[in-house]
């Protein structure tokens, strides 16, 4: 199956109708609620029947079969038509499914797709390492500077404040309340964020200062979307909530590893690996850190050193190994490129990616969860 505009303007069409027939599935579903009705009914008309027989009713028992019959044809009309229903259903999905059966056929149209899933996650993985990075130095500033934590509060309060007066704000009336509202918008709301103004500045100056690579944007961001909790006395927890959020993104970053793993030939970008990498003793760091011996001139041993030069030779041996994978991998990236490098534009391409992407985290995020749970246990 070649990949054109003729084939994706198919896809398209044959998209679209399952969409539309994909509505049966409401119908679906309220048949089968109506089973379940009429299955409670025919019940009921069972206990009433045995009831009869019992009372030697001959009248209430021959009302009691005749509620039976009606339940039982009524239940069997509905599971025809369920029947029929999903039958359209699944040979609709299998018409839509059937294009990316065919495409997958071809190993190097898998690798191009795994390649750009890749490259996806380890994106994911690089923004989420950057913004841990962020929250730890915060955690580490807030620790160690009493009066950093109290500028975050002040931030956090202002914030909160803001929301309260813009969820007063929604239930006032513009005219009966017009005195409440001049007072939120002149007076409190200025007030409010010039509190948090003030405090993000004495914030920012002392990491401008120190040479503490905060980005205003992320703290704008973290102070923003993230719920701080409080004590009962009403107090901001900063440090607990701070270290929760650096635990979330733990999880993240961990579930990102995940499903790059299960990515045929999939692996984690040097620069994601770095920020989750265990420290390293200086001589082990500085081989791993060699690209070629044209950088890192050899090491010279004394004839006696006989474990040294060995573990030199091995490590530039394992370095040389790392470069031929790096290097085929490219090559082979570079062809897949070459034959596919229009193939994303195609719909069929974007909606297979997507719903593969979804699919592979999802896998990752249960195995994720599972671990957890084996190792609270």
């Known amino acids: 199956m070649e990949l ?21 599935n409401e119908h679906v579903k309220k048949a089968n609620n109506q089973m379940k009705q009429l299955t409670r009914t025919k019940e009921d008309a069972e206990r009433n029947k045995q009831r009869a027989i019992e009372d030697k009713d001959k009248v209430a ?7 039976i019959k009606i339940a039982e044809q009524e239940i069997e009309k509905l599971k025809v038509n369920v029947s029929k229903m999903k039958e359209i259903l699944k040979k609709s999905k299998e018409k839509v499914d059937s294009y990316i059966a ?6 190097e149209f898998s690798s191009y797709i795994n390649s750009i899933i890749e490259k996806r996650y380890n994106r994911k993985l ?35 404040r803001v929301k309260e007066l813009d969820d007063e704000l929604k239930k006032l009336d ?10 939120i918008n002149n007076v409190e709301f200025p007030t409010a964020m ?14 401008i200062k120190n040479n503490v690579g905060i980005d205003k944007d992320f703290l704008d961001k973290l102070i923003e979307e993230q719920g701080f909790s409080h004590t009962k006395d009403g107090d901001i927890r900063v440090a607990k909530t701070l270290k929760n959020i650096s635990k979330g993104y733990d999880k993240r970053i961990a579930t990102y590893e995940k ?22 003793p200086s001589e082990e760091r500085e081989f791993n850190d060699v690209n070629t011996e044209d950088i890192h001139p050899a090491k010279k041993f004394k004839w006696w050193e006989i474990r040294k030069r060995y573990k030199d030779w091995k490590e530039k041996r394992n370095v040389k190994k790392i470069e031929k994978e790096n290097s085929e991998k490219i090559q082979k990236s570079s062809e897949n490129s070459e034959k596919f490098r229009n193939a994303y534009k195609y ?31």
């Open 4 to 24: 054109n505009d003729k084939l994706n303007q198919k896809y398209n069409q044959d998209k679209k109708s399952y969409e539309k027939i994909s509505k049966l």
């Open 61 to 67: 028992e021959k009302n009691a079969d005749a509620a």
């Open 102 to 107: 065919e495409l997958s056929k071809d190993p």
């Open 126 to 160: 690089k923004k989420y390492n950057k913004e841990k990075e962020q929250v730890d130095l915060i955690i580490n500033l807030v620790k160690n500077h009493p009066a950093l934590e109290n500028n975050l509060k002040g931030m956090v309060r202002a914030t909160e």
């Open 174 to 183: 513009p005219v009966k309340d017009k005195k409440r509202i001049d007072e």
């Open 194 to 207: 010039s509190k948090k103004s003030s405090n993000k500045k004495m914030f920012m100056d002392f990491c």
């Open 259 to 280: 499903a790059i793993e299960k990515i045929p030939g999939a692996k984690v970008y040097q620069e994601n690996m770095q920020k989750n990498a265990p420290t390293q």
């Open 347 to 377: 719909d069929i391409v974007k909606d297979y990616v997507d719903e593969k992407e979804e699919k592979i985290f999802k896998e990752a995020l249960k195995d994720t969860k599972h671990a957890d749970r084996d190792e609270e246990r």
